[in-house]
Nanobody, 115 residues
Framework: QVQLVESGGGLVQAGGSLRLSCAAS????????MRWYRQAPGKQRELVAG???????NYADSVKGRFTISRDNAKNTVYLQMNSLKPEDTAVYYC?????????WGQGTQVTVSS
């Protein structure tokens, strides 16, 4: 069994920064993609950023140039550095990791950006 534990959410003023972390633990043989999604109230969950096992990254247009996804394979952890935060970034952020060819989701962490 695999568990994902997220941390790093919180309340920040517009223009501020936060760093989210998602650590995978358990019986892990291989981690392929690692992604961050978010879901704002009344909206569908959307992909924010992803990173492959080879380090290739992709971002939603709305966060390009402000967010950076990275991973530490030794720690089985994915990060999301969020800079220049805007009120529209307010959402619950979820990590999604493909471990041993199975999809796992974190419990979600709230990010609130005040104007």
């Amino acid at each position: 069994q695999v568990q994902l534990v997220e941390s790093g959410g919180g309340l920040v003023q517009a223009g501020g920064s936060l760093r989210l972390s998602c650590a995978a633990s358990g019986t892990i043989f291989r981690i392929t993609h690692m992604r961050w999604y978010r879901q704002a109230p009344g909206k569908q969950r959307e992909l924010v950023a992803g990173i492959t096992s080879g380090g290739t990254t992709n971002y939603a247009d709305s966060v390009k140039g402000r967010f950076t996804i990275s991973r530490d394979n030794a720690k089985n952890t994915v990060y999301l550095q969020m800079n220049s935060l805007k009120p529209e970034d307010t959402a619950v952020y979820y990590c999604n990791v493909l471990v041993n060819l199975r999809d796992y989701w974190g419990q979600g962490t709230q990010v609130t950006v005040s104007s």
